[in-house]
């Protein structure tokens, strides 16, 4: 019993509001720390690639954004059906505040993309599976985000929108395996490193750095956002009241 | 050293356009972003205040 308290204490907004303003300025400084590391190392000390020379450096933002579009969806998504079915109220507003952060990896994602098809495969587009999938994932975000927004009464925005985010969860695996249920121009990110492996260990310590950097930014983003999502909707609430209180008096 | 200078560098050995075209869209909106976020929560915290106020 006492450990099921436990657990759901945090499903409480007031509770998670707490939380995330104390995790959040770590996690700000954690992002900010594993940028300049991942950077230093991408730009410093990972050689010029081979075969595509010095645009392949595009590749310790492009693909740890377009990983985070991915995840960011699937985990969207899995809050919003949380929401929907067990009437969780803070997982409705999670999945809320991960869209716009996901959309903005996704065309992240797209963007370098372009800057990096261009060089290597002189175009700034293609419809190929994974560009065009991905293309999609961003319709999908705009589209929930237009939904949620578009419905006045909250918990149905919050259900409808749910809808969609799980319907459009099944592109998730197409973009993921596009590359190899498909014949396409988009490489795997493995195929295009030098085949020196103490380069190609660089190059990846890189994009993992970058990565987890990516990672501490969406929590911290998306967390500020769920605080100001909890404020908006809550503002009524006693225990808002009694915050406020106490910051107006400290 | 991989640079031999700051031109160099910003040559990105002629692909400069391509590689700080992608770090500089990405490095603004990635900035952008929190900055919105930030704004969006000092208002909501002003507006539930504000309503607080009302209320009393």
New interface residues.
Partial sequence: MALSIRLFTFAAPSRFYWLSGLLAPWLWAAAVVLSVIGLYIGFFVAPTDATQGDAYRIIFIHVPAAWMSMVLYLVMAGWAGVGWAFKARLASMVARAIAPTGAMFTFIALWTGAFWGKPTWGAWWVWDARLTSELILLFLYLGYIALVEAIDDVRRADNAGALLALVGAVNVPIIYFSVKWWNTLHQGASISMTSAPTMAKTMLLAMLLMTFAFWAYAFAVVFVRTRAIILEREQHAEWVAKLLNRGAHA | ???NSSSD?FA????G???W???G??AA??FL??WM??R??R???Q???H??TE?A
């Fill in positions: 050293m991989i640079w560098f990105m050995g002629g692909y356009l391509y590689v075209g992608s770090y869209v990405t909106l990635m972003e929190p976020t930030a969006r929560h208002r909501a915290r507006d539930a205040l309503a607080e209320a």
